[in-house]
C-alpha cells in the first residue's frame, strides 16, 4: 500500500481541523440563539405576571373570591395574554381556567406546586412554554400558570440549522 504525501496529509488534516471548527462554531451559534429565543420568551411570560400582579392588586381590597372569579374571567377571557392562563387560590379553588387549558386537563393538574419554575409542553400540537408563579393580593395567595406558544421560536431554529447544514459544506 502506496503512502499518501505529505501535502496530502496535511490537507486531509486541515480540511478535517476546518470542517470541526464549522461543527463547533454552528452548534455553538445555534445554542445561543436558542438561549437568546426562550429568553424572549421567558421575558414575555414575566411580564404577563407583572401584569396580572398589578390587575389583581386594582381590585377591590374587600373583593371575595367570586368578585376575583368574575373580573379575571371578564378581562383574560377576552385578552391574548389569557389564551394559556390558569389561576387558582392556594386552597385549590379555581379563579379562572382558559379554554384552551380547560381542554387539556393534564396542562394545570401538577405543577401549580412549583412557583417561579419554566416548562416546555405540548398541548392540542402546540409548543408552549409555561411559568408558574404565585401571587400575593389582598390576602389571597393566586398560583398562576401562564404559557405562551414556541412554535416560531422552534421554526426558526429549525430554518438556522438548516442554513447551517446547506451553508457549512460550501464554506
Known amino acids: 500500500m502506496k503512502k499518501l504525501s505529505i501535502g496530502l496529509r496535511l490537507t486531509l488534516w486541515y480540511v478535517a481541523i476546518f470542517a470541526l471548527g464549522q461543527v463547533a462554531f454552528g452548534a455553538g451559534m445555534w445554542l445561543v440563539l436558542r438561549h437568546h429565543l426562550v429568553s424572549i420568551v421567558d421575558d414575555d411570560l414575566r411580564d404577563q ?24 374571567t371578564e378581562t383574560y377571557s377576552q385578552e391574548h395574554a389569557g389564551e394559556y392562563l390558569a389561576v387558582k387560590t ?11 387549558l380547560k381542554a387539556d386537563p393534564g396542562a394545570t393538574s401538577t405543577g401549580l406546586e412549583r412557583p417561579g419554575s419554566f416548562e416546555d409542553t405540548t398541548v392540542h400540537g402546540k409548543r408552549l412554554r409555561f411559568l408558574r408563579s404565585s401571587i400575593s393580593s389582598h390576602g389571597f395567595i393566586f398560583l398562576v400558570l401562564s404559557g405562551l406558544p414556541t412554535n416560531e421560536v422552534w421554526n426558526t431554529l429549525e430554518a438556522f440549522r438548516n442554513y447551517l447544514l446547506l451553508l457549512a459544506p460550501l464554506v
Open 49 to 72: 405576571m407583572a401584569d396580572l400582579q398589578v390587575f389583581l392588586d386594582s381590585q377591590k381590597k374587600d373583593a371575595g373570591l367570586a368578585k376575583f372569579q368574575e373580573e379575571v
Open 90 to 100: 392556594s386552597a385549590g379553588e379555581v379563579v379562572y381556567i382558559s379554554d384552551a
